[in-house]
């Protein structure tokens, strides 16, 4: 069974960074698009980023220029390097990615556990 393992939330105060990671493990053939989205008390889940196989990224309004999606394939994980945060990045962060196990079954939606991050001073 494939499983999304995310680390590195954390208590930080406004302008400071925080890397979250985030590492496929089990049965894998292959991985496609990865992500992180977020979901802030009382508010719906939105999404911050993702990023191709082939490294192609896309932001949210509000984070670019502030986040930073990579991947490691070797890895099978994906990074979300943010800096100069805010108050408002404050939430729960999960990460998904869209995932076979084999080369001819389709691909899952597999999402994490979610980590906290608080921008607090």
């Known amino acids: 069974q494939v499983q999304l393992v995310e680390s590195g939330g954390g208590l930080v105060q406004p302008g400071g960074s925080l890397r979250l990671s985030c590492a496929a493990s089990?049965?894998?053939?292959?991985?496609?698009?990865m992500g992180w989205h977020r979901q802030a008390p009382g508010k719906q889940r939105e999404l911050v980023a993702t990023?191709?196989?082939?490294?192609?990224?896309n932001y949210a309004d509000s984070v670019k220029g502030r986040l930073t999606i990579s991947r490691d394939n070797a890895k099978n994980t994906v990074y979300l390097q943010m800096n100069s945060l805010k108050a408002e990045d404050t939430a729960v962060y999960y990460c998904n990615a869209k995932i076979k196990d084999t080369w001819y079954s389709p691909s899952s939606d597999i999402w994490g556990q979610g980590t906290q991050v608080t921008v607090s001073s």
């Open positions: 089990g049965v894998i053939f292959s991985i496609g698009d």
């Open positions: 990023i191709t196989g082939g490294g192609y990224t």
